[in-house]
């Protein structure tokens, strides 16, 4: 079955940059929209961003838009999470989701999940 293995998380300073990493296995990763999320203490788990199966089309909520950047590499079956200007507003666990609805941004539209990856930013 298909599986996401998160990586890439931490503890940076304000400002900072993190690149998380999601490898996918078990599947054809060409036939998934991905997708980053976001759950921080306390609070439900939010969309980040998300890319379609061949990387032609990728969407980011408001808050990171001008600071994150989604990407995936198909030969290498991994999608990719570039944040940068980090905030602590930015702390939580990160999770990476497959789903087969193309333009897929809420969290039921998700097939398959990560276990996730924690990022911290400190002031």
């Known amino acids: 079955q298909v599986q996401l293995v998160e990586s890439g998380g931490g503890l940076v300073q304000v400002g900072e940059s993190l690149r998380l990493s999601c490898v996918f296995s078990g599947g054809s990763f060409r036939s998934f929209t991905m997708a980053w999320f976001r759950q921080a203490p306390g609070k439900e788990r939010e969309f980040v961003a998300r890319?379609?199966?061949?990387?032609?089309?990728?969407y980011g909520t408001d808050s990171v838009k001008g600071r994150f950047t989604i990407s995936r590499d198909n030969a290498e079956n991994t999608v990719y999470l570039q944040m940068n200007t980090l905030t602590p507003e930015d702390t939580a666990v990160y999770y990476c989701a497959a789903s087969t609805g193309y333009f897929a941004v809420s969290v039921r539209s998700y097939d398959v999940w990560g276990l996730g990856t924690q990022v911290t930013v400190s002031s």
């Open positions: 890319i379609t199966p061949f990387g032609t089309n990728s």
